[in-house]
């Protein structure tokens, strides 16, 4: 049901296929409301819409939507004849408590409407309740999967796929089991989340995504609930999620709140309109005020405009990049990359081995699954005799060259490699400022010290510029005895 065509990080482009047609993703789905309809479902493929997702529940529980979607279908009853996935009322249940619907009742009506996925009424746990809540949840949440899978004749290639839910709060293992429980469904949406999103609890997301993630199959599609936010999509496709839906371009709009790829500015508080879509660039910030629809349409262009720049930056590999620009944007979104560098071993497990130029853009940089992938690779290097580290190009160590078994060029965040892997990824592809960090350059130092532990018999000289005489990690080299210290 999912193909993967380009990876980057755990990103990647993938291709599901639904019984309305094929979905390229990363994408996102507009929240449709049967009952308060600000962009035509039907005029949402031209932003850029390839599925939506409507309330099972909402239409379920008034009589005429419920009647007429049992009659002529979901797609005919919103008006859209694309890709199309139904919720269950789970997010209603967690805000009105008891639906008086049960599990099998509205799993059964989504698959008489003809919805493309169908979702169970899983039970959307919030953050940091008890443990046992959560436990009890999540062993209810997996009962309801599994119930729906009972309810879907498995062997009709027209079936609709079928949604298995990740529940388990803030509780990190929790979500490791039910993600690993879960089995055989097409995709797994993460839900339980929106109450984090609203705090800008970024680093909790991180740790839940990563949680679930380690545990999924790989190319198993990853369905994010809730999280409709430009700002975000550069990072949490980089963590593996492929699909997201938005209610936010509506219920933003509500508010007078217009959404861009940095951050979202009330828009009473605008001047100029810093955007370039067709709303923007026929609009006055006036009737942007006045108009719920006008700041709405505005709202999913600016988030289908953010989704086609991650994905071009999937392509190029330059995602990483991308998430360094975005995640400028708020601390607390700066907060969540880093500790999504915290994961770089299992990362880089899954990350391709070349891609776009290494560009270091700050500190973050040097945090990347590359710089660790690549110290790995050099603390192998098997090294015996008189061995010189420097910072200078080879070009000038012609003369030397004869004196020493091996030269090796010391550059930050990577550490020391031999002149033959200076054409090659990521050293010899990277573009580092002049005026680095010395956090970058103590990554350099540390990796050297792995290189010179795994090589005890070899005798090292290394050389280097007055600034790196400060770093706190020179007085451990000095203190190595195969090791002696040369001021350039
Ligand atoms: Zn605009």
Redesign the pocket.
Known sequence: MFEVLHKDLLGRIGRLHTPHGVVETPTIMPVINPNLILVKPCDMAEYGAEIIITNAYVIYRNQSLREEALRRGVHALIGWEKPLMTDSGSYQLYEYGDLGVRNREIVEFQVRIGSDIVVPLDIPTPPFVSRRKALRDVEETLRRAEEAKTLVNLRDEERPLIAGVVQGSTYTDLRESCAERLSGFDIYPIGGIVPLLEIYDFRRIVDIVMAVKRKLPPNAPVHLFGAGHPMFFALAVAMGCDIFDSAAYALYARDGRYLTNEGTYHVKNLNY?P???????SHSVRELMESVEILAS?NL??TFEEMRTVKQSIVEGSLWELCERRCRAHPALLDGLKRFAKYADFIEKYDSATKHPFFYLSEISAMRPEVRRFAKKISRLNLRGNVLITTSMLSEHEAEKRRYDHILIMKPPFGAFPEELSETYPVGQSEIPEDIEDSALEIALENVMKLINANKNAKFTVECEERWMKLKKMEDLREMENVVIVHR
Do not use: G, K
């Not at 955007?275 to 660039?281: L, W």
């Open positions: 309109l955007c370039s879509c067709p709303i923007c660039t505005h262009y600016a």
